[in-house]
């Protein structure tokens, strides 16, 4: 693809059969548009690991779209849904979570987070804007001022997203196979053999 030869996307082998994880679950968080659903269905087929997206679950656990919750019973209904959903999938193992954006916020989350490798996918704003303008799907961005909405979320919880275990900073040109081979090589830095988390 045209823009990517500089990137070296190594061949699934080398970053696959060498990695740590041995089971443990991977949680993907930061911000809408950052490419945790994307980056997380690439890791899941390199790692043999199920995917789950815990937005879409909760859409199919209270039988509407995500807009529909915000509309209808707010913010902190949808938030209690999240958490339901992650605490579910915390119970099991070889799974890729791709999180919502505001995962972190709730502090009982972390509970179940910590179950797992939590990677934060760190995008610039400028990347998260030219990615979500237009969107009119996400109940938290529907303003007059996008930009300046990502700037103050990212704000909200960037102090949040640092305690992640992984944190890959993301060029906004970089391919998605290449962010997924990125993901593994740092949590290979991270995780030490006999340091890792428990699957069971």
Not at 30 to 59: P, Q, S, V
Not at 73 to 102: D, P
């Amino acid at each position: 693809m045209a823009g990517f030869s500089s990137y070296e996307i190594k061949p699934l082998s080398d970053v696959a059969e060498k990695h740590l994880l041995k089971g443990v679950n991977l949680y993907l968080v930061g911000m809408m548009g950052a490419g945790k659903t994307t980056i997380g269905r690439i890791l899941a087929k390199r790692l043999k690991y199920r995917f789950f997206d815990t937005d879409a679950m909760i859409e199919q656990l209270a039988g509407k779209s995500v807009s529909e919750i915000f509309a209808e019973s707010g913010e902190e209904e949808f938030r209690q849904i999240e958490t339901k959903v992650l605490s579910e999938l915390s119970a099991y193992t070889r799974l890729a979570i791709a999180t919502g954006g505001g995962i972190v916020l709730q502090r009982q989350n972390w509970s179940y987070l910590h179950h797992g490798i939590v990677v934060w996918l760190d995008v610039p704003i400028e990347q998260l804007y030219l990615r979500l303008k237009g969107n009119t799907t996400r109940p938290l961005l529907q303003t007059p001022d996008l930009r300046q909405k990502l700037q103050t979320l990212l704000e909200q919880r960037q102090h949040l997203y640092a305690q992640a275990d992984v944190r890959v900073k993301i060029n906004g040109g970089a391919p998605p196979n290449y962010v997924a081979s990125r993901v593994l090589e740092e949590i290979d830095k991270t995780i030490k053999p006999g340091d890792r988390r428990s699957p069971s």
